[in-house]
């Protein structure tokens, strides 16, 4: 990668000025309130000093990874290990962040998040951690947080209040009918991922490769096994686990570290106890060198009773040991594992593929208490398990005999290697922070994956050595434990499941004293829908609307003209790297065409060019770039007439010596790729439509959003063709037709519509100086494109589209759960848009959590408004419909019937200024520029809604609580996806589409 290795490092950490803690100013074996320092380590990865600490009375480590990243984060992780599959540290993560000693409101979570300028706020549970993050740029909010967070985790009310289990995890309710049903916020969130089948194999995997750990019990909560639950469990795995001699505390940034050991210190460790008692993650014993042993298995997962189950099986073959390797060995076996199956020119993949036993093949190594390597074949049948299996063995024995090419291997350590110097958010320290806990929850050197420039180092001169991979393979053979975990798909199951579930509901109301049962939920029923006393909201620190930067942050954008090209420019120091975007106008494009554009974005790079072969291209890529991308972007501008922009994208990201070459190189690509080859065409359709067909459930809410944005927007009914329910039906019937030869044809024909330069605009973020080297390998690059094409331009003569659609629409599929997406176009009452940003953040944290999260149950609940007039309310993985649809409908009687205090008003100004000036990365920069540029957004309408979201009234809310009643009531449409009678209660059976 050259020498802009480390110089990516401070890209990446974006910081504003290098201030953190010297060494000189602190001494090994020291107390710093009730610490003692026991290390500092310089780090050059985090450009920074790390500081370890220990605390004297409890043992806790502290770990303060001090430099000038000016967005600060905290962390304490506590070991959580599972020995069932209730869910019962998910359900306490939930409730953990549902008040505390200090700040008892009944919703801490959700008041924090309404009313900080954070960064980040969440809480994480994994299958042997939990983790409860927080970040912020101010230092007075992101010290307000820490003190929060550590109040919650070691104090929290749950502990005295079994309604927050019931709101968090599940309770029993009785429908209208009198029948016994659960409900419950995590009881939700599950049942929506159950229908996932990538995540049902990655269980089935765990639990069949290490059935007596942690590992194999859901830490989530198996919805089946969940309502098994009790609120005693949950106070018992409090006092056994969250002590602070089972966690880690964590900080990073250019915060001051006196300040923060003080906070954790004085009002929270100090007032624990030492203890003796030591949890310990247990290491599986798999008899290592003993004779490989492989077992088998096979589950399955639910589709429509509709659908056929042929090629939607899973097969997983994964190889385990207790060998944990050190993090440059972990890193030379991602590197052979990628060379063998992720690029097209893998040996593995080639050999499946051709074979016709998947239609996409997956990898991956988990790195927890045991050491799995695991291969996925996707898109086959369940007799083709045992021939998968032989393959991957044939495979390994074969790679053991001649190794890998050399060109597979450089290309795997080159996107390896950009990958982890790469920091894909923000949010860096939460980055650095779970690298941590892959190494502290074992017992393992915390900065182990922190410290990457020794490991590449060494790995660099490794890699020539051509029996390394040999040596690997022989490794995998002699795993001595081996698995292989078939998924099939079985239609009907969904409904099978929910009949069983109504009978044991209804044979367990037999058992229950029903009285009771009524007694109990109108008990909650009272407590879930009262409001936290005002009191008690006001102990929750605040910084103050005053402590705000009344102006935004100017984003400067330099605008060229080069070969009848527009240029736009963000110069910002990307120290070495360009991040460029090729925007391709789609207006060329017929309707009947934009079925096709997906698979383009997915065919290019993956066919024959003029130069090279699929197999070699891919290479010779990954060999130049960081990564690419490409995708098709719809931008409304910002006039009455609903006008848009279609753009096929090509984003990549390069070094900037070398862009000439990838430059060159793209152009080939798109250009010259021949899409001509049937068997070829095929491999790609069928790869691309499994992945597709097995997201559907993490794709739903989109596809509900599309679908209610199409009654208004026309582009949305283009999008909905190319990413929404439209392009899924498509895609579902040329797979039923199994056509592939007009696919060919369509490719080849939008490929000589759109690459060309007409209309072309180009977007760059690199530093000034970089952007202007940039320009002249632009043009050239310009020179070679085709002047533009002479096909009738559909969208520009107005001619009239006949794409449908409708102000309620339903989508039936197999979930236990629903998307709504409830949508209006507004653009005419945006004068005063700001206001209506802080009656959004109102909305969302006042209204939508309480109603439709903490009362309905659904796990997400939001509101988005833009600046071209959308106005988008949206519930996911709802265990309601129709409720929920009145709910959302009813927004607007809130603003209309409660009078918003200061202190409520304070919260949304300052949340809603928090969203404003949120950091993004080098990327998105570039991203929100462009975006900017297309809908005729500048910086002075930009300040002029910060003007508005800083003087908003109780007047103006009433306002838009007037309006949002109109929109949401008259001027609005709903969409839905979800099972067939949630469905079938929101909307007429003509206006459901069934998949």
């Not at 929750?540 to 930067?549: A, E, F, G, R």
């Not at 609005?972 to 209660?985: L, V």
């Amino acid at each position: 990668m050259g020498k802009f290795h480390l110089l990516l490092i401070s890209l990446f950490l974006g910081f504003t000025n290098f201030n953190f803690a010297h060494s000189a100013d602190w001494k090994i074996g020291e107390i710093y309130s009730g610490f003692e320092l026991k290390k500092i380590t310089a780090v050059q990865e985090i450009l920074g000093n790390v500081f370890f600490f220990e605390h004297k009375k409890t043992g806790t480590p502290l770990i303060y990874f001090s430099n000038g990243d000016e967005n600060k984060t905290f962390g304490i992780a506590f070991k959580t290990l599972p020995n069932n599959s209730t869910g019962v540290f998910h359900v306490f993560e939930h409730a953990v962040l549902a008040g505390s000693r200090k700040y008892p409101a009944k919703s801490l979570l959700f008041e924090v998040a309404g009313s900080s300028v954070n960064t980040f706020l969440n809480a994480l549970t994994f299958p042997d951690h939990t983790f409860y993050p927080v970040a912020s740029t101010n230092n007075k909010d992101f010290n307000n947080l820490v003190n929060i967070y550590l109040d919650a985790v070691f104090f929290p009310q749950v502990m005295q209040n079994e309604n927050i289990f019931r709101r968090e995890g599940w309770r029993y309710e009785l429908d209208a009918k009198e029948q016994l049903t659960y409900n419950g916020i995590v009881y939700s969130e599950m049942k929506g991922l159950s229908s996932n089948p990538y995540r049902i194999l990655s269980k089935k995997i765990a639990e069949t490769i290490v059935p007596s750990s942690p590992y194999a019990f859901d830490s989530g909560g198996d919805p089946l096994v969940l309502p098994q639950l009790t609120f005693n469990e949950l106070i018992s795995v409090h006092k056994k686990f969250y002590h602070p001699s089972n966690s880690i505390i964590m900080f990073y940034g250019n915060g001051n570290i006196s300040e923060h050991l003080q906070i954790v210190n004085q009002d929270y460790l100090s007032l624990f106890s030492s203890r003796k008692e030591k949890i310990e993650v247990p290491i599986p014993d798999f008899r290592v060198g003993a004779k490989p042993e492989l077992i088998q298995t096979t589950f399955t997962y639910e589709i429509s009773s509709k659908e056929k189950k042929t090629g939607k099986s899973f097969h997983a073959r994964s190889l385990s040991t207790t060998l944990r390797p050190s993090y440059e060995e972990y890193l030379i076996e991602n590197i052979f594992l990628i060379a063998l199956t992720e690029f097209q020119a893998s040996p593995l993949r080639q050999t499946l593929i051709n074979h016709k036993l998947c239609s996409d093949l997956q990898s991956g190594l988990d790195l927890t208490a045991y050491y799995e390597t695991t291969f996925i074949c996707s898109g086959s049948d369940p007799e083709n398990g045992q021939k998968f299996n032989s393959h991957v063995d044939k495979m390994l024995a074969q790679v053991k005999k001649n190794g890998l090419k050399k060109q597979l291997i450089q290309a795997a350590f080159n996107a390896l290697e950009f990958n982890i110097r790469e920091y894909k958010t923000i949010d860096r320290g939460l980055t650095i922070q779970k690298k941590v806990l892959k190494s502290w929850v074992y017992g393992h050197d915390p900065l182990e994956f922190v410290q990457y420039e020794k490991a590449f180092e060494a790995i660099k001169v490794k890699l020539g050595d051509p029996t390394l991979s040999k040596s690997w393979a022989e490794k995998l053979l002699k795993s001595p434990r081996q698995t292989l975990v078939t998924l099939n798909a079985e239609p009907g199951l969904l409904e099978k499941n929910e009949l069983i579930l109504k009978k044991e509901l209804a044979q367990k109301k037999s058992t229950l004293n029903l009285e009771k049962i009524k007694e109990e939920i109108q008990a909650f029923n009272q407590w879930n829908k009262s409001s936290t006393p005002k009191k008690d909201l006001e102990k929750i620190p605040l910084i103050s609307v005053k402590d705000l930067n009344r102006k935004n942050k100017i984003l400067k954008q330099n605008n060229f003209n080069l070969e009848d090209v527009t240029l736009i420019e963000t110069p910002i120091d990307t120290q070495g790297i360009i991040y460029a975007t090729l925007y391709f106008d789609l207006k060329p494009v017929p309707e009947s065409l934009y079925p096709y554009l997906p698979l383009l974005t997915e065919a290019l790079e993956k066919v024959d060019t003029r130069n090279h072969s699929y197999k070699d291209l891919e290479l010779d890529l990954y060999s130049l770039v960081g990564g690419t991308n490409y995708s098709v972007q719809f931008y409304n501008k910002r006039t009455p007439s609903n006008q848009f922009e279609s753009r096929f994208a090509v984003n990549f990201k390069v070094e900037a010596s070398r862009l000439e070459d990838t430059l060159k190189l793209l152009q080939e690509i798109l250009l010259s790729s021949k899409f001509t080859s049937k068997k070829r065409m095929e491999q790609i359709f069928q790869s691309y439509f499994s992945n597709l067909e097995s997201s559907l459930s993490n794709n739903a809410l989109n596809y509900a959003r599309i679908s209610s944005k199409s009654a208004f927007l026309k582009s949305a009914r283009y999008e909905n063709l190319v990413a929404g329910i439209s392009q899924f039906s498509f895609l579902k019937e040329q797979q039923k037709l199994k056509k592939f030869d007009p696919i060919n044809e369509k490719l080849a024909s939008l490929s000589q519509l759109i690459f060309n330069k007409k209309n072309l605009v180009v977007g760059l973020a690199c530093s000034e100086t970089l952007c202007a080297e940039a320009r002249d390998k632009l043009v050239k690059f310009f020179k070679q494109l085709p002047e533009s094409t002479n096909v009738k331009d559909p969208l520009a003569t107005g001619e009239t589209s006949t794409l449908s659609a409708t102000l309620k629409q339903g989508i039936s599929f197999p979930s236990q759960v629903q998307y709504l997406s409830l949508f209006s176009f507004q653009p005419n009452r945006l004068d005063s848009f700001g206001q209506l940003m802080v009656a959004t953040n109102i909305l969302r944290f006042q209204y939508l959590y309480p109603r439709l999260r903490e009362q309905g149950g659904a796990y997400t609940v939001g509101m988005i408004v833009n600046h071209g007039g959308e106005i988008n309310l949206f519930t996911s993985r709802d265990p309601r419909a129709k409720e929920s649809e009145m709910d959302l409908r009813n927004a607007g009687n809130f603003l209309v019937q409660n009078t918003i205090d200061q202190h409520q008003m304070d919260r949304a100004i300052i949340k809603t200024i928090g969203t404003i000036d949120m950091p993004i990365t080098a990327a998105e920069t570039l991203k929100r520029g462009l975006s900017w540029y297309f809908e005729n957004i500048n910086q002075e309408e930009l300040q002029r809604i910060r003007d508005q979201v800083l003087t908003t009234n109780s007047k103006n809310l009433k306002k838009w609580g007037e309006n949002l009643n109109t929109i949401l009531q008259k001027e609005s449409s709903f969409s839905g996806m979800g099972n067939e009678n949630q469905m079938k209660a929101l909307f007429d059976q003509k206006g459901i589409i069934p998949l």
